[in-house]
């Protein structure tokens, strides 16, 4: 009797060790990577293939008319180079575009949707993010930066606003008045889509997607 006792007990406990090992797997989202070199400045950036499109896995640092760096030259190395809206159309390299609104949404639906997408596409851990960092696993290697936005206005400037605790990325608008930009925050799960009223001045972030 004693040694049928010892059965029934084992049994559960190798079911809730095979429970726990399959929530501990995780999704992987991207299918390729690699590296490509801009020819206008030689710079090299990472590449990643997510579903069916392949985005740029790192924030854009080409310099042109429109570009606001950063106060500390690690911090544009790190993050990448902040755009005027009037730049953003023609600063991503030859074969590769600024997202519209559709393509944004085809990454976000393909990694769960809106209210999860941000911990998919943002990197994980502290080391840029302020902490905690809720939800970041980066499954997809997108690797979204909080490299924060510059404010102006016609009169004083707010000057770099959100580093190390949100990510703003141009989203191409559908009309010449209109543009969106996509948002991720340290302190969210989500990436949301919102609309960028030309009243006032910012700098976002670029990530391109291949042609």
Known sequence: MKSIKIILIAIPIIFLLANCKKE?????Y?????VFTDNRDNKVYKWVKIGKQTWM????RYFSSGVKKYKLPIDS????????????LCSCPKGWHLPDEKEWMQLINYVGGTKIAGCYLKESGIENWYGPDIGATNNTTFTALPGGYYEHFRYFSYGFVDINTGCYFWVKGQDNYYY?????????QSATLLKYYPDKMYCF??????D
């Not at 991207?30 to 690699?34: D, T």
């Not at 190395?77 to 953003?88: A, I, K, T």
């Not at 969106?180 to 969210?188: A, E, G, H, L, R």
Request: aromatic letters at 18%; one cysteine or more; charged letters at 30%.
């Open 57 to 60: 896995a790192e924030n854009l």
């Open 77 to 88: 190395v790190r993050y990448g180079f902040l755009y005027w809206r009037d730049s953003v």
């Open 180 to 188: 969106y930009i996509v948002k991720i925050d340290y302190n969210s």
């Open 24 to 28: 501990k797997k995780e999704i992987v």
């Open 205 to 210: 972030s670029i990530r391109c997607v291949k």
């Open 30 to 34: 991207f299918s390729e990577q690699g």
